[in-house]
């Protein structure tokens, strides 16, 4: 079943990345989400799908640096090959068709077009971006990875992952989070 990608941005706060890996249908996303049962025990990881895969983007910007546009440039072996498997460790901020994803993407100095192109990126229904943390940054440079999708959809233990679950599960989660 197809989820709304509107609806998933507040369940994906806090997530940490453990994976991606090249699945038949486009590509999926292993993250360790703030869930638990509703007793308050430990959940397996969300496994999100990505169906119908168009886009597929590394950005590079010097904001760290101070640097305009136009100086910036990135250094020799420090370009992300491949999004998978995943280079720039578990701690991602994830945004989800957020407004400014498509401006920022539009204006970034350095994009590696691994797939698609910006236009393919925006026509695509689901539209994640996994943003390296600062202090991940390769030689002063923000690092993004964009992923533009026809659908999503989300499995946890073996077993499908509706929206009400895991809102019930992530609520639970607050419940016991001092625990």
């Known amino acids: 079943m197809s989820l709304d990608p509107t609806q998933l941005g507040a369940l994906l706060t806090d997530a940490t990345l453990r994976e991606v890996r090249r699945a038949p249908t486009g590509l999926t996303l292993w993250l360790d989400c703030p869930r638990r049962s509703p007793a308050g025990a430990p959940l397996p990881p969300v496994q999100l799908n990505l169906m119908g895969?168009?886009?597929?983007?590394?950005?590079?910007?010097?904001?760290?640096?101070?640097a305009r546009p136009s100086q910036v440039a990135v250094p020799e072996g420090a370009r992300v090959g491949d999004v998978v498997p995943w280079p720039l460790g578990a701690e991602v901020a994830i945004q989800l068709n957020s407004v400014h994803e498509d401006e920022?993407?539009?204006?970034?100095?350095?994009?590696?077009?691994?797939g698609g192109d910006l236009a393919a990126y925006r026509a695509c229904k689901v539209r994640l971006r996994l943003r390296a943390p600062e202090r991940a940054a390769w030689r002063g440079l923000a690092v993004d990875a964009w992923l533009g999708a026809g659908a999503v959809t989300a499995r946890s233990g073996g077993e499908p992952l509706d929206l009400a679950r895991w809102q019930r599960e992530h609520d639970a989660w607050w419940l016991h989070w001092a625990e």
Do not use: F, T
């Open 53 to 66: 895969v168009a886009a597929v983007a590394v950005s590079y910007d010097g904001a760290l640096v101070d």
């Open 104 to 114: 920022d993407l539009a204006l970034a100095p350095q994009v590696d077009w691994q």
